[in-house]
């Protein structure tokens, strides 16, 4: 079964400084992988995924991941966080052909304006 | 984009009763709908996988007959926590995977369940 690692569950910075949030999972087969936000008080939503082809994925508000297949990683970018970035994010993982996602443990994002 | 919503937001019963969580697709179809729990400052643990018009399938370690589900229609999904006690207390979370959508699954709100 897949799993998922995600680092430094509590991330204080400031406005304009740079995020960078690391997700590594455990499988050998073909994934796909996704990043989800969770706003205070507001419930999952899809930032970005990645299933085939550019190993670069642009989300929605800024945010971009890259898929480095060798180092198993997905890691989730933002050149200049805004206090409305405030959040838990969540990386997750399935196996292709699997319904079934595995979910890190979460990062819990504070922006200070 | 694709819309999950549940119903309740929030509920709180007595210990010993039974409590119906609906989690409907508003704007697409869903073959395949999952439940979630989440627990504080913790991840999501999937308790099961809903399919429309077959039985659902448990993760390990996740009573059938405590957690009950009915997909019934490619829109709705229901689960009910039977005899409740104050350890099924827990934030409950269904998503559903958009049937045209290549395996992404969209979220519903979340219901906040508090067992007395």
């Known amino acids: 079964a897949q799993s998922v690692s995600q680092h430094n569950h509590h991330v204080i910075l400031s406005e304009a400084a740079s995020l960078e949030l690391g997700c590594n999972y455990s499988y050998g087969g073909t994934v796909n992988l996704f990043w989800y936000v969770q706003y205070p008080g507001q419930h999952l939503q899809l930032l970005l995924k990645y299933f085939s082809g550019d190993p670069l994925v642009k989300g929605i508000k800024g945010f971009e991941a890259e898929f480095i297949k060798s180092k198993f990683s997905f890691n989730l970018r933002k050149p200049s966080v805004q206090w409305s970035d405030t959040a838990e994010y969540f990386c997750?993982?399935?196996?292709?052909?699997?319904?079934?996602?595995?979910f890190g443990k979460g990062n819990q994002v504070v922006v200070i304006p | 984009g694709a819309v999950v919503s549940q119903h309740p937001s929030r509920v709180i019963c007595k210990s010993g009763t039974s409590v119906k969580i609906e989690c409907r697709s508003l704007d697409f179809q869903a073959t395949t709908m999952f439940w979630y729990r989440q627990f504080p400052k913790q991840s999501l643990m999937l308790m099961a996988t809903s399919n429309e018009g077959s039985k659902a399938t448990y993760e390990q370690g996740v009573e059938k007959d405590k957690f009950l589900i009915n997909h019934a229609s490619l829109t709705l999904s229901t689960l009910t926590v039977t005899s409740a006690h104050p350890e099924d207390s827990s934030f409950y979370i269904c998503?559903?995977?958009?049937?045209?959508?290549?395996?992404?699954?969209?979220f519903g709100p979340g219901t906040r369940l508090l067992v007395l």
């Open positions: 997750a993982v399935n196996a292709l052909g699997n319904n079934r996602l595995a």
């Open positions: 998503s559903a995977r958009d049937n045209e959508g290549f395996e992404t699954q969209y």
